[in-house]
Nanobody
Framework: QVHVVESGGGLVQAGGSLRLSCAAS??????TGWFRQAPGKERKFVAA????????VYEDSLKGRFTISRDIFKNTVVLQMNSLNPDDTAVYYC????????????????????WGQGTQVTVSS
């Protein structure tokens, strides 16, 4: 049975940083994406990685503040978020895919087979 679990969310002041981690059992995280859903809004793409071939893609507006990477020793995928602002408040979801169809397909939610329950990130002003 496959489980995808996010951790690292919490409350942070504007300008601060948070580091989210995604772990999985029963599944490789070679194709992993992060999405977020703000209150009252649709879930949207944040960042994704195919670490086997080194592809990384970001939502354009988040480039420079968010970084996705793989923690080799812990076998997790990390989302480092810096210079946070209240607009970043959302539930952040990790998702894992089992098939790769190209780097830009990693932005598409239905490409992912397994999802975590989400972790809340709240940025206070």
């Amino acid at each position: 049975q496959v489980h995808v679990v996010e951790s690292g969310g919490g409350l942070v002041q504007a300008g601060g940083s948070l580091r989210l981690s995604c772990a999985a059992s029963g599944l490789s995280l070679s194709l992993t994406g992060w999405f977020r859903q703000a209150p009252g809004k649709e879930r949207k793409f944040v960042a994704a990685i195919n670490w086997r071939i080194g592809n990384i893609v970001y939502e354009d507006s988040l480039k420079g503040r968010f970084t996705i990477s793989r923690d080799i020793f812990k076998n997790t995928v990390v989302l480092q978020m810096n210079s946070l602002n209240p607009d970043d408040t959302a539930v952040y979801y990790c998702a894992a895919a089992t098939h790769y169809s190209g780097v830009y397909t990693l932005k598409v939610q239905h490409q992912y087979d397994y999802w975590g329950q989400g972790t809340q990130v709240t940025v206070s002003s």
